[in-house]
């Protein structure tokens, strides 16, 4: 019983058998390092690949989110800091046209960033803060192809 | 990267000590016709008493029975109402006035605290370029930069951005959770957001 190097008084608490005394030492040992890659991995996967796409997605370079595509970029990767897509970069500066190659890439227009909104939440906010017009059609035009892009479960 | 945050660590607990060793100063006569002078925004009568040899960072009862230094007051008040504030500010850090540091006291929970703001962040609740820049020429290295840098993106202070990249704050750095080009692309500026990619801010900071 005292065999299993936890403290004898800690197994008689949980009134554990042997076989659950293995079970959740390996649990517990196991959670540790899962959590921790758990928080460190987007930031870990972030490639220099995904920077290209994000920065052709920022500035709304479609032949720029081709290329970083073909280089490796994950079309879905979610920023380390706020846990968006470049999807979210190309729709808040509106620029209909990468979004819809980002969507025609396969880039999922469900996903929510740390924030709990998708692209679309924050796109109709952007529209009604804008107050230049053509920003503001941009934005729109931007909102009606998330619209009809169809979510992936 | 680990190595850079034990470094800050030590340089904040370094700060720290030395900070609680200084003395705080105090002021006497002078002092109080200089905060009332400033608090009336009164140029003339500031220059006046710093020539005749007022401390601009020597704290003195003002409102609310707490202490307060002419300097952090006149940081405090800056409003674009009153552009005479700077004349105020640029005679304050000719007379001596750190730019690096600000007295003053304010109400903690339950007992009074000394504060010992840097003055940058006490311009960046109404950021004013003028004062940056005059802090910065004052020869100010700035510790809490990349909170100031955020909060001019926030604000689209593109003139204050300039300076404090120049200056050599961290562009990758964050505040919080918040990186600058995270605050351009909150605020959809555009123009800020290439300024800061040209100058090396990446997604992954």
Do not use: R
């Given at each position: 019983m005292a065999s299993s190097g936890a403290p004898s008084w800690l197994l008689a608490l949980f009134g554990l058998n042997r076989a659950g005394q293995i079970l959740y030492t390996s649990l517990f040992v196991l959670a540790v390092p899962a959590l921790m890659f758990w928080t460190l991995l987007p930031g870990m996967r972030f490639s220099e690949a995904d920077e290209q796409l994000f920065r052709a997605a920022r500035h709304g370079d479609v032949a720029g989110i081709k290329e970083s595509l073909d280089i490796g970029a994950r079309v879905d990767a979610e920023a380390p800091t706020d846990r968006k897509t470049a999807l979210f970069r190309a729709a808040v500066f509106g620029y209909p046209d990468a979004v819809k190659s980002l969507l025609s890439h396969g880039a999922n227009p469900a996903v929510r960033g740390a924030d709990g909104r998708t692209a679309l939440e924050?796109?109709?906010?952007?529209?009604?803060?804008?107050k230049d017009p053509a920003a503001r059609q941009a934005l729109e035009a931007v909102a009606s192809v998330l619209k009809g892009a169809e979510p992936k479960r | 990267m680990s190595t850079s945050l034990w470094l800050r660590g030590a340089i904040v607990v370094a700060t720290m000590l030395l900070a609680s060793c200084t003395r705080?100063?105090?002021g006497g006569e002078k002092e109080s016709l200089l905060i009332t002078a400033t608090?009336?925004?009164?140029?003339?009568?500031?220059?006046?008493?710093?020539?005749?040899?007022?401390?601009?960072?020597a704290m003195v009862k003002h409102e609310d029975g707490l202490y307060e230094s002419p300097w952090r007051l006149v940081l405090k008040q800056l409003r674009p109402k009153h552009p005479e504030d700077v004349a105020i500010v640029k005679a304050m850090l000719k007379a001596g006035a750190d730019p690096a540091l600000a007295w003053g006291e304010g109400q903690a929970l339950s007992r009074k605290s000394l504060h010992q703001d840097e003055p940058l962040i006490v311009v960046m609740m109404h950021p004013n370029a003028e004062v940056v820049r005059l802090l910065l020429d004052a020869g100010l290295k700035p510790q809490s930069g990349v909170f100031a840098l955020v909060t001019a993106v926030d604000s689209g202070q593109s003139e204050i951005v300039h300076m404090l990249v120049d200056a050599g704050v961290n562009i990758n750095g964050a505040s919080g959770a918040r990186t600058p080009l995270l605050a351009a692309i909150e605020q959809r500026d555009a123009k800020l957001m290439a300024y800061l990619e040209e100058h090396g801010a990446r997604e992954r900071p």
């Open positions: 924050v796109v109709t906010e952007a529209i009604g803060e804008e | 705080a100063p105090y608090a009336a925004h009164d140029v003339a009568k500031v220059q006046a008493l710093l020539d005749s040899g007022a401390n601009p960072s």
